[in-house]
């Protein structure tokens, strides 16, 4: 069987694996990592109001230290299909790129993860170490019977980590332009303004909550909440919107609404922001201004996996395949390395992301072929006896 990084994802390709729908990817995925002698496992979580969603995790070897390969094989919809240069689940190949729906996000990166777990495992088959796979369905959707559960249910088995790969495409231009060792948080709030519904020409008699609303707006985004830390920019708010919905020319409305959300940095928790948030407001607000404030839950919380031995593996792998010292970066929105990082390190590396989501999502083949060479050098680094 050809387990070259394009054969793999080729296949990989062709399963129409749009969340929830496994579309016969993790069975491609389970059969190879069988034969390459790992244990596998199809965990399936359910919880009522969302689809029901296949899993994987296998693993070879039993002893530590153990690394983990992570990602999802669900993908996005293609989209109006007719606009696509080539079908989005045949995996064509024109002018060196392969074209399909997950072909950087990421069968792509998890085809080269297994092209270079396995021809590791076949050279060095008694490493003494694990390697695992732990593969969502559930990362493009509702996000909630997928690699949350699936952590969950590793652990009740015994399951301990010592680090992670999460293959997800992170370089914005070209193969080796970062690694990602960190995420922002994400925090989302809700200001009500309190006000009383009048006649506009008689405002003696009404109590118009905007400029209240205003006041308060302003107190959130007048001063930064930081200035960054080493590795991470600074904490953004961003208005998300300003809400009274009044169609009335003549009438003071009775409430304004606004929303707002935060990517923060590592000098925050969702705790910490949140008090900081009530103290600008009631500060803003005096004893004139009526307001309420509602963050809503999260599990984007900010985290860093230091620039260690582990990051410098991958980075080192990462230069001598294409050149470039990756920078080490925490931008981008959230990934589940959230949830990841509870457990072990995580570090995410994949390929380029420029035309992921997008009409005609295609990745260089020569990319897979360097990615795969980079997985299999951070294997090599990773495993090599300690002397
Ligand atoms: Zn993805």
Redesign the pocket.
């Known amino acids: 069987m050809d387990h070259s990084p394009l054969s793999l994802a080729q296949s990989l390709l062709r399963c129409p694996s749009v969340t929830p729908e496994e579309g016969g990817a993790l069975s491609f995925i389970e059969g190879v990592l069988r034969e390459a002698g790992f244990e596998v496992h199809r965990p399936v979580f359910s919880e009522p109001g969302t689809p029901d969603v296949e899993n994987l995790y296998a693993r070879y070897g039993s002893s530590r230290p153990y690394l983990l390969f992570a ?2 094989t669900d993908v996005v919809p293609p989209g109006d299909v007719s606009r696509w240069r080539h079908d989005p689940f045949r995996a064509e190949i024109e002018d060196g790129e392969l074209y399909g729906r997950g072909a950087v ?2 069968k792509g ?1 998890i085809a080269c993860m297994m092209a270079a777990a396995l021809d590791f495992i076949r050279e060095n088959p008694d490493f003494g170490g694990s390697i695992g796979f732990l593969i969502t369905g559930d ?2 959707g509702p996000a909630v019977n997928g690699t949350v559960k699936l952590l969950e249910w590793a652990k009740g088995r015994g399951e301990r980590f010592d680090h992670c790969i999460l293959g ?2 992170t370089n914005p231009n070209q193969l080796g332009d970062m690694i990602k060792i960190g995420r922002r948080g994400s925090l989302t709030g809700k200001i009500v303004v309190e006000g009383k519904q009048g006649h506009v020409a008689y405002p003696h008699l009404a109590d118009n909550p905007i400029p209240g609303m205003l006041r308060l707006l302003d107190s959130l985004l007048r001063e930064p909440l930081d200035h960054g830390t080493e590795h991470f920019d600074a904490s953004n708010l961003e208005v998300i919107t300003v809400d009274v919905g009044n169609p009335a020319s003549n009438v003071i409305p009775a409430e304004a609404r606004a929303t707002f959300n935060i990517r923060f940095n590592d000098l925050w928790t969702p705790e910490s922001l949140e008090a900081e948030i009530s103290r600008r407001l009631s500060q803003a607000a005096g004893n004139s201004i009526r307001f309420t404030l509602r963050m809503e839950p999260t599990n984007a919380i900010a985290f860093l996996t230091p620039p260690n031995q582990f990051v410098g593996f991958i980075a080192d792998a990462v230069e001598i395949e294409t050149g470039l010292r990756p920078k080490l970066s925490t931008s981008g929105g959230t ?2 390395a959230r949830f990841i990082v509870k457990d072990c390190p995580v570090v995410e590396f ?1 390929l380029v992301g420029h035309t ?1 989501h997008q009409i005609d999502e295609r990745v260089a083949v020569g990319d897979l072929d360097r990615l795969a060479a980079i997985y299999r050098k951070v294997l090599n680094a990773y495993f090599a006896p300690a002397s």
């Open positions: 990602g999802h996000d990421m990166g990362e493009e997800e495409p990934s589940d994949g992921m």
